[in-house]
């Protein structure tokens, strides 16, 4: 992360006023969220499908509103029936949002404009400007040039709801220039502000005289990460980077003179020069190689994990201190399973420092804690486990040949085989602190799905949900839960795009009556 704003005397002093109210809100949020689990996880309760769309252009989500038509139409979930919010003009191809992030007022912060306090749409177009749009009227409150010199083209947060990172495309040489020996020094660029109000930390340029044979570089908490074709992956503070490379401090909306021309930083067509060249390879604070250039933090303390860089080796996993590199007691891991999709591992969003691994027909949730009489170690212990249901088949099955003659055959099942109930999604609800898992059978020609909510502390299964719609595994799918909603979104084959909400209904009178026959 890049140097850290002060907050002013006003701000320190409305912290500490409001930390009186924020802290019994929270009380409050967290007993009504608590009521809201309950009524979620309830018998009687059904999700039921509302509404159905489909799309030209692909369908995003984000906290209670559905994008359409690249960012430019938002609907509403939070009604009985979605309902269109807003809907902004209509622009050409080189206007489009090409992403997005959501943004949402912290409490207690003092803001210099009103509209500050709503939730912004942090939107970056085709043609390179960054837009701040109101999330509930779609009009632009703020919009920055970024540059001429280059084609932005990702947002993610580096530090989230504070920090944003802007990633360009990678340059790509030329044919006749590659066939010349000329390779384009530079691959890409980041440029990375804070955010409302916003204020530029700088943009990097990321060059292979400098990194050497680099193909990815992100920015995550502060880190930027380089990745490498050898399956090396570098981390360097980004912090240390621009104090000591920034080649002079830029400030959004003022005049600025740079390489014999003169312009204001962020208005078109100045834009914003990139200010941080780095001339000297800087010392990594971590480097480590991985198949794939898979790697995570987490833990606590600190763990990461890799597979090791052997293409034999995958679906292996090594968990791993971050402090000296040791493996941790069982910490390799590895799902034995045949399937045609791999396992995959992460840590558990909701900052307990455990693992969570997920293969085709069980989930396993892992628990990170000291060696007994050894607390410089740390082990690996299943906390629990999700299995799918599944029925043990015979898997010997005799054929009858026209003469009558009986054969055997032997085989053996894929663990995603696509008539056995299959793990596809898992996500965790953090604010009813419920996991969600997604299971698919194939029955008949089509195949069914169903979510199912489970205790994130003890696993077990709370609450089955049965998706209406088909689900072609084929497909590619994205399933949100969120509070009291349900949101499937599948893309088809040709870019069509469908929507499928459900919302959650409460049947007093059926609890009512299971009440009485008990």
């Known amino acids: 992360m890049g140097p850290a704003r002060k907050p002013n005397v006003c701000q ?52 209670g509103r559905i994008y359409f038509d690249n960012y430019r139409c938002c609907v509403s979930s939070v009604a009985l029936e979605p309902r269109k919010l807003y809907e ?11 992403d997005a992030l959501l943004w949402e007022c912290p409490v207690g912060e003092l803001l210099p404009n009103p509209s500050d306090y709503k939730s912004s749409l942090i939107a970056l177009t085709a043609h390179n400007w960054l837009l701040r749009i109101s999330a509930t009227t779609g009009k632009v409150l703020e919009k920055i040039y970024l540059a001429s010199y280059c084609k932005f083209r990702y947002l993610s947060w580096d530090t989230p709801q504070e920090v944003i990172a802007v990633k360009s495309a990678q340059n790509k040489s030329s044919a006749l220039a590659r066939q010349a020996g000329i390779q384009q ?23 292979k005289k400098i990194f050497g044979n680099v193909t990815d570089a992100t920015l995550s908490h502060g880190i930027l990460i380089v990745m490498y074709s050898s399956g090396l992956v570098r981390l360097y503070s980004f912090q240390a980077i621009t104090e000591q490379f920034m080649q002079q401090k830029l400030d959004l909306g003022c005049a600025c003179r740079w390489g014999g021309t003169t312009g204001t930083v962020g208005e078109a067509p100045f834009g914003i020069p990139c200010n941080i060249k780095i001339t000297d390879a800087p010392s990594p604070l971590f480097e480590v190689s991985s198949l794939e250039n898979a790697f995570q933090i987490g833990g606590h303390p600190w763990h ?36 045609l999709e791999s396992d995959w591992i992460y840590f558990h969003p909701d900052a307990s420092g455990r693992i969570i691994h997920v293969g085709p027909n069980q989930v396993k949730v892992l628990k990170l ?36 003659r009986v054969v055997k055959k032997k085989f053996n099942l894929l663990d995603d085989d696509p008539e056995q109930e299959t793990f596809k999604i898992v996500d965790y609800e953090d604010e009813l602190d419920l996991l969600s898992v997604v299971a698919v059978t194939q029955i008949d020609a089509e195949g069914k799905a169903h979510l199912d909510f489970h205790c994130n502390e003890y696993g077990t299964l709370l609450k089955s949900i049965p998706l209406v719609e088909s689900w072609d595994v084929t497909y590619n799918h994205e399933v949100y839960f969120d509070r009291d909603l349900v949101l499937h979104i599948e893309q088809k084959p040709s870019r069509v795009f469908s929507c499928y909400v459900y919302q959650m209904v409460c049947d007093p009178g059926e609890e009512k009556e299971t009440t009485n026959r008990s």
């Open 12 to 63: 320190r002093l409305s912290r500490r006023a409001l930390g009186f109210f924020s802290s019994d809100a929270g009380v409050v949020q967290r007993t009504n969220l608590g009521i809201l689990r309950a009524l979620v996880c309830q018998e009687s309760t059904k999700f039921k499908n509302v509404w159905t769309t489909h799309s030209k252009s692909p369908i995003a989500y984000e906290r």
């Open 88 to 98: 902004m003009p209509k622009c050409s191809k080189s206007e489009k949002i090409e």
């Open 185 to 207: 020094p530079v691959l890409l660029y980041l440029a990375v502000f804070h955010v409302l109000p916003f204020s530029l930390i700088g943009i990097l340029e990321i060059n």
């Open 304 to 339: 990461y994990i890799i597979t090791p860089n052997k293409k034999k080796q995958k679906g292996v996993f090594h968990i791993c201190a971050l402090k000296d590199n040791s493996l941790a007691k069982n910490g390799i891991q590895e799902m034995e399973c045949c399937s």
């Open 369 to 404: 804690n000291e060696v007994e009489n050894n607390s410089a170690q740390h082990q690996i212990s299943e906390d629990f486990v999700i299995l799918a249901n599944r029925e043990n088949k015979n898997e010997n099955l005799p054929t009858v040949t026209a003469s009558g």
